[in-house]
Nanobody, 118 residues
Framework: QVQLVESGGGLVQPGGSLRLSCAASGISLRFLDTGWYRQAPGQQRELVARITDAITDEDITIYADSVKGRFTISKDRAKNTMYLQMNSLKPEDTAVYYC????????WGQGTQVTVSS
């Protein structure tokens, strides 16, 4: 049974940082297309960042324009865990953040709340 468990969300002041984790079980994240999405109240779920393992070169990453230069997506293959380092957080980053594995029908975690507020 595939399970994705997010953690690391919370309340942070504008300009602060958080690191989200997505621990996977029942599936290896190696060489799979994985990513982070977020959904703010009343909004559609949107892509934040995705990462695809490369065999010989650097991993392939893409970011939403709104987070480029502030967020970094990464994987620890030994821990089978994906991360999202979020720096210079803004109030508009407030949302529930979900991790996703793009294989078969796709798998989603339960989400972790990130609130950026003073």
């Amino acid at each position: 049974q595939v399970q994705l468990v997010e953690s690391g969300g919370g309340l942070v002041q504008p300009g602060g940082s958080l690191r989200l984790s997505c621990a996977a079980s029942g599936i290896s994240l190696r060489f799979l297309d994985t990513g982070w999405y977020r959904q703010a109240p009343g909004q559609q779920r949107e892509l934040v960042a995705r990462i695809t393992d490369a065999i010989t070169d650097e991993d392939i990453t893409i970011y939403a324009d709104s987070v480029k230069g502030r967020f970094t997506i990464s994987k620890d293959r030994a821990k089978n865990t994906m991360y999202l380092q979020m720096n210079s957080l803004k109030p508009e980053d407030t949302a529930v953040y979900y991790c996703n594995v793009d294989v078969g029908e796709g798998y989603w975690g339960q989400g972790t709340q990130v609130t950026v507020s003073s």
